[in-house]
Nanobody, 119 residues
């Protein structure tokens, strides 16, 4: 049974930091591209950051230089370090897994963790 379980969300003020984590189980983690997506109320879902099995990362322009994605293959975990948070980062953040290649339509999704940034 595939499971992606996010943790680490919360409420911070502008300029603060949060570290999101995602624990993966039930699939061959190393063969999947892992990513973080977010969706704010009334807005479309957007890809925030992705990391493939070779450790190559990509970021949305809006988070470059502030967010860092990382993965631990041995522990089947994914992380998103978010620094210098802004109110526009407020959203539900989802961990997602795409088989072999990074995709805008991942195979698996977590339940999400809320991030709220106040000004």
């Amino acid at each position: 049974q595939v499971q992606l379980m996010e943790s680490g969300g919360g409420s911070v003020q502008t300029g603060g930091s949060l570290r999101l984590s995602c624990a993966a189980s039930g699939f061959t983690y190393s063969t999947y591209c892992m990513g973080w997506f977010r969706q704010a109320p009334g807005k479309e879902r957007e890809g925030v950051a992705r990391i493939n099995g070779n450790g190559i990362t990509t970021y949305a322009d809006s988070v470059k230089g502030r967010f860092t994605i990382s993965r631990d293959i041995a522990k089947n975990t994914l992380h998103l370090q978010m620094n210098n948070l802004k109110p526009e980062d407020t959203a539900m953040y989802y961990c997602a897994a795409s088989y072999e290649y990074c995709s805008d339509s991942p195979n698996y999704w977590g339940q999400g963790t809320q991030v709220t940034v106040s000004s």
